[in-house]
Nanobody, 125 residues
Framework: QVQLVESGGGLVQAGDSLRLSCAASGRTISTITMGWFRQAPGKVREFVAAISRIGGSTSYADSVKGRFTISRDNAANTLKLQMNSLRLEDTAVYYC??????????????????WGQGTQVTVSS
C-alpha cells in the first residue's frame, strides 16, 4: 500500500511559478512509476507528467512541455512538480499518483493504482 499526500498548491498570477510536492509512504518512490494528473471543474482528469521507476524517464503532456518539470527527491521520498510560466488554463486540482506495475511512463490514469487527495492550483490574471 502506498499513501500519497500532496502539498504546495495555492493562488498565483499568470506567469508565476509554483512547486508541488507529493510525500509518499509505504514504498520507496525510486522503485515505482509516479505521475501528476490534474482536473479542472467540469473536465476529466488529465495527465500532466510522469517519471518511470526504471531509468527515471520522464513524459509530459504537450500543454505543459517546456514549462513543468517532474522530479524525485529520493532522500525525502517525495515527488515534485515545478511549474513555471503558469497560465489561466493550468487552474485545476493536481493529483499525485503511483503505479504498482508500470516500468515505464504512461499517460493512462487507469494504470495508476494509488492517488493522493489533491491540491488546488488557481492561476489568476
Amino acid at each position: 500500500q502506498v499513501q500519497l499526500v500532496e502539498s504546495g498548491g495555492g493562488l498565483v498570477q499568470a506567469g508565476d511559478s509554483l512547486r508541488l510536492s507529493c510525500a509518499a509512504s509505504g514504498r520507496t518512490i525510486s522503485t515505482i512509476t509516479m505521475g501528476w494528473f490534474r482536473q479542472a471543474p467540469g473536465k476529466v482528469r488529465e495527465f500532466v507528467a510522469a517519471i518511470s521507476r526504471i531509468g527515471g524517464s520522464t513524459s509530459y503532456a504537450d500543454s505543459v512541455k517546456g514549462r513543468f518539470t517532474i522530479s524525485r527527491d529520493n532522500a525525502a521520498n517525495t515527488l515534485k512538480l515545478q511549474m513555471n510560466s503558469l497560465r489561466l488554463e493550468d487552474t485545476a486540482v493536481y493529483y499525485c499518483a503511483a503505479s504498482r506495475n508500470l516500468a515505464g511512463v504512461s499517460p493512462k490514469r487507469e494504470l495508476y493504482d494509488y492517488w493522493g487527495q489533491g491540491t488546488q492550483v488557481t492561476v489568476s490574471s
